[in-house]
T-cell receptor, first 116, second 110 residues
């Protein structure tokens, strides 16, 4: 069975400083991994995804994530936080074509606060 | 504009009433999904449909029902059997291995 652990429920950074949101996963197969962002009372927007091509994945709004198989991690980073980055972020794993058929497994989310 | 629309944005229901949430997509995606989101939790899968006229229960299907009569539409009915229906409901559709989400409907039971 697959699972996702987001190691921090809340992260607070100052504007202009780096962002690190941590995610560890467990999967029986080679997974697809995603980061989504959700602003209050909105749907989820795809930030980036990893699907076994390059291990460093670049996404929208300056975010990127690195897939590390040996550490089973997929941490999300951004060099310089902006006030508009304040939102909730979800790490998601999919074994779409394998054991779980057609399901995503969501982490419980990390709420990012950005201080002026 | 291509995308996924959900209506209404906010919905209030009295206890004991059924209510239907709308989800429409013009992305020509075969697969569609319904999720429930509660504070401090990730999304939980209610129902999904991989093709017209077919759908499968997800992890928390009790108290919900769906239909998939058209490719574009996947309405969710929250029945009176759902014991705690107050939540944020998200619809999604899939292209390849990626799911794309609608803006959500917030349901409150009074």
């Amino acid at each position: 069975a697959q699972s996702v652990t987001q190691l921090d429920s809340h992260v607070s950074v100052s504007e202009g400083t780096p962002v690190l949101l941590r995610c560890n996963y467990s999967s029986s197969y080679s997974p697809s991994l995603f980061w989504y962002v959700q602003h209050p009372n909105k749907g989820l927007q795809l930030l980036l995804k990893y699907t076994s091509a390059a291990t460093l994945v670049k996404g929208i709004n300056g975010f990127e994530a690195e897939f590390k198989k040996s550490e089973t991690s997929f941490h999300l980073t951004k060099p310089s936080a902006h006030m508009s980055d304040a939102a909730e972020y979800f790490c998601v794993v999919s074994d779409l074509w394998k054991s779980s058929g057609d399901k995503l497994t969501f982490g419980t989310g990390t709420r990012l606060a950005v201080r002026p | 504009d291509g995308g996924i629309t959900q209506s209404p944005k906010y919905l209030f229901r009295k206890e004991g009433q059924n209510v239907t949430l709308s989800c429409e997509q013009n992305l020509n995606h075969d697969a569609m999904y319904w999720y429930r989101q509660d504070p401090g939790q990730g999304l939980r899968l209610i129902y999904y449909s991989q093709i017209v006229n077919d759908f499968q229960k997800g992890d928390i299907a009790e108290g919900y029902s769906v239909s998939r009569e058209k490719k574009e539409s996947f309405p969710l009915t929250v029945t009176s059997a759902q014991k705690n229906p107050t939540a944020f409901y998200l619809c999604a559709s899939r292209a390849g291995d990626t799911q794309y989400f609608g803006p959500g409907t917030r349901l409150t039971v009074l």
